[in-house]
Structures are given as C-alpha cells and as structure tokens.
C-alpha cells in the first residue's frame, strides 16, 4: 500500500530533550515536506526536501532540523524542544514538482512538550 | 502574514444541500490552488485542484471555482453528504515551486 509513514503517532516530552520524528514514504516521491498545523494557523512548512542531500527552510524552521540521505526517509529533528513547539505535525510526499504539487500526508505526530 | 485565508472557521449544512467553502488569497502570484480534505486523526487527502488559467474546475460532486480578480476561490459540494463531515483546506502554490501556503481550515459538518 503506498502510503506516508510517521513515528512516534503521539509523544509528550520535556523541554531540551532531543527527540526525532521518522517520516517514510514507498513511492518513491522526489518531494517531501514537514508542516505543524497549529488552531487558527491552519498548516505552516517547517523544511522541504527537493531530493537526497536537498532540504530548505519553510516558513517556521526555527528550533528545527532535518536531514535527506536517502530518498524515502526524512526525519524531523528538534534539538532542545520548548513549550511552544506543542502541536501537531504532518510530514508530506509528493511525486511531482510544480505545477503539480498535490501532496500526500501522513497520519500525523502530536507533540506535546512540558 | 497568512497569505491564504479561510475566513469561516465552520459551516453546518444539511444533507442533500450545497455545502460552499470559501477562501481568499493576498498573493496574485499564486498560479495552482488545492483542496485537501482531513478527518480526525488522519493526514490531510487531496481533494481537487484547479489551474490559475482556468476558472473552474469539477470532479464529481465537487467543483471548484476561481475568481483571480477577486483573488477568491471556492469549493461546491453538491449534495452534501454525512461523509463529507470534515476540515477542508485550501492551498495556494506558485508556478514550479512545490512551496504551498494553507489557509487555516473550514470544519464542515452534514447533518442527516
């Protein structure tokens, strides 16, 4: 079944404890993407990948990182987490580049930090 | 700035009628707009997609309208159905760039 792939579902950690969220995808899509989607934000790009070896900041990417060594696989790293990064997070594939960005999303991550 | 803007947090509409969903952009730029649609605890699908070139757009029960003077762009769902009960998003993009701008969500509800 093709599809996008998250874990952990749900995690509730500390503040400054590292932690890494999984992203993968098995078809074989060029394009993938990290939002949070925040209550009155709607859904907001952290990083984009292009490729392998190809990332760039979105419009929040502060307090995050991550990286694109292979093609299926892209984590979402928060090095020190803090209160305001609780929300909800959605990695995204998509076979295509514009003008045909229909992205396929994942089930979705809930972060809570204390 | 929110450059993509869905003004109605939500819409209640009962089943067999027309549920329209409405959405307003700032950028004219944007040339591919999207809908995507999302139940709880799961990602958000797409739904349907038009071209800046085009007007209107249909697939089924939905159709989506553009209006690029107005800067203004809506989904129709004819009839609305139970199933249909979820958050919808619209999405704008520029031209060969997969960057994409979200409006912040319109929740649905189809009464039976």
């Known amino acids: 079944e093709a599809q996008v792939t998250q874990n952990p579902r749900y995690l509730i950690t500390v503040t400054g404890k590292k932690l890494t969220v999984t992203c993968s995808q098995n078809m074989n899509h060029e394009y993938m993407s990290w939002y949070r989607q925040d209550p009155g934000l709607g859904l907001r790009q952290i990083y984009y990948?292009?490729?392998?070896?190809?990332?760039d900041k979105g419009d929040v990417p502060e307090g995050y990182k991550v990286s694109r060594k292979e093609k299926r696989n892209f984590p979402l790293i928060l090095e020190s987490p803090s209160p305001n990064q609780t929300s909800l997070y959605f990695c995204?594939?998509?076979?295509?580049?514009?003008?045909?960005?229909?992205?396929?999303f994942g089930p979705g991550t809930r972060l809570t930090v204390t | 700035d929110q450059q993509v803007k869905q003004n109605s947090p939500s819409l209640s509409v009962q089943e067999g009628r027309i549920s329209i969903l409405n959405c307003d952009y700032t950028n004219s730029m944007f040339d591919y707009f999207l809908w995507y649609k999302k139940y709880p605890a799961e990602g958000p699908t797409f739904l349907i997609s038009?071209?800046?070139?085009?007007d209107k757009n249909e697939d089924g029960r939905f159709t989506v309208f553009l209006n690029k003077s107005a800067k203004h762009l809506s989904l129709h769902i004819v009839p609305s159905q139970p199933g249909d009960s979820a958050v919808y998003f619209c999405?704008?993009?520029?031209?060969?760039?997969?960057?994409?701008?979200f409006g912040a969500g319109t929740r649905l509800t189809v009464k039976p």
């Open positions: 999405a704008a993009s520029l031209y060969n760039n997969n960057d994409m701008r």
């Open positions: 995204a594939s998509s076979p295509h580049r514009a003008p045909f960005p229909e992205q396929y």
């Open positions: 038009i071209s800046s070139i085009k």
């Open positions: 990948s292009m490729n392998v070896e190809v990332t």
